[in-house]
């Protein structure tokens, strides 16, 4: 049985560890290492097959270079679509159109769809944020935060994203589409629900953040058994050009995971920029950076921020820019360590310092590293990532 088209369902902010059993069993389940820790680097990296250092989106006002999202590229014989429920500045950072309706109706073969669903971002449980009137700052409750009550509804939204994902593969199958459909479930980043005394994703690069789950269903009966033990967003461009049997038309870092060769590392990173570009802040004059290598069996973290970048993070993590820091004083300290540290080691990875800041360097040196673009964000795109907590 040949795969004649794609589906990738992308369950935004699901950490690895709250992955439904009812998704797991459904196909081959592949610990993933995400390529960012916020939805426009992880996204640009799905479309692309490429690292953040190498798309260059690391933010909200960010935009990948079109040419380089690869549902643009053969949308001339591809039936391709990015959706979600309602309209969100990330399908401007993707220089693709956004689909509102269900993403199921009316798709011709072949097709290449992309969805994300928001049920497990904050505040949880709510895949339509116009259904809520509170974003994630009033949904934490600063240093009243209650983290029993946090991870219980976090644990409810990521059983209710695996209802939703299931409900689109009944569409599928009732359409005819699934039978030659590789469908693949993954996530942008993971979540953080009270370690460290921090909430939500961003930032620090710690592995809550790093580590998401992917799930492949396969309907090719001759597709290989044996997968990795690991991979990357950035396989996931490879694995759906390799069983459409189509070209990347640049070349990636990423791999197929039905191919036996393998890249060694996998490399996350964190480039925290200012969301406004000409009003006066602070934020807008330091850059956050921190870059890892990881592997099956841990990770390596380089805290890259200059020291005067430092200095401004640091003031940004006291009590009167996050409540949460008067909250746990032992605790808060353990953040900053975090934040701050130059480098940190987790897990136990297989490799060394020197082998990881190598690998670093040659993805620096890769062949293909675009220029970064910026735009303006308007008024409704403020209000809409205030609304999510990201400014």
């Not at 509102?100 to 769809?113: A, C, G």
């Not at 802040?281 to 890892?292: A, C, D, E, G, T």
């Not at 290598?293 to 921020?305: I, L, P, Y």
Request: aromatic share 12%.
């Amino acid at each position: 049985m040949t795969v004649d088209n794609v589906y990738i369902f992308v369950a935004d902010a699901l950490r690895d560890d709250y992955l439904p059993d009812s998704v797991r069993k459904l196909g081959k389940y592949i610990p993933t290492i995400a390529a960012g820790t916020n939805s426009p680097a992880g996204f640009a990296s799905i479309v692309s097959g490429l690292y953040p250092n190498q798309h260059q989106a690391h933010a909200f006002t960010h935009r990948l270079d079109s040419s380089f999202n690869y549902l643009n590229t053969v949308s001339d014989r591809y039936d391709t679509r990015f959706f979600q429920v309602y309209q969100t500045e990330l399908s401007a950072v993707l220089g693709m159109k956004q689909e509102t309706d269900n993403p199921v109706d009316d798709l011709e073969e072949p097709f290449i769809v992309m969805e994300r669903d928001m049920t497990t971002h904050a505040p949880y449980g709510y895949a339509d944020y116009e259904e809520s009137d509170i974003g994630p700052q009033e949904y934490f409750g600063g240093k009243n935060v209650n983290w029993k009550r946090i991870r219980d509804d976090y644990k409810t939204a990521s059983k209710r994203v695996g209802n939703r994902f299931l409900k689109r593969l009944d569409e599928l199958k009732a359409r005819g589409h699934l039978e030659d459909t590789l469908v693949i479930f993954t996530a942008d980043h993971g979540e953080l629900l009270g370690e460290y005394s921090e909430m939500s994703h961003g930032e620090p690069l710690v592995p809550e953040l790093v580590h998401v789950p992917t799930v492949a269903l396969n309907p090719d009966s001759d597709a290989p058994e044996s997968v990795p033990e690991v991979m990357s967003h950035v396989d996931i461009l490879p694995t759906v050009t390799h069983v459409l049997d189509e070209p990347i038309p640049w070349t990636s870092p990423g791999r197929s995971i039905y191919e036996s060769d393998r890249s060694p590392y996998y490399v996350c990173e964190r480039q925290s920029k200012p969301h406004t570009l000409t009003e006066f802040s602070f934020q807008n004059y330091y850059n956050y950076h921190v870059r890892s290598v990881w592997n099956a069996d841990g990770g390596r973290a380089f805290n890259e921020t200059s020291l005067s970048g430092l200095g401004i993070h640091t003031f940004r993590q006291t009590p009167l820019f996050n409540p949460l820091r008067g909250r746990d004083s032992l605790r808060a300290f353990e953040a900053l360590y975090h934040h701050l540290a130059p480098n940190r080691t987790f897990g136990n990875p297989s490799f060394s310092v020197g082998e990881a800041r190598d690998y670093l360097r040659e993805m620096d040196e890769f062949s293909v590293q675009l220029s970064r673009t910026t735009e303006e964000i308007s008024d409704a795109a403020r209000e809409e990532l205030e609304h999510l907590g990201y400014l």
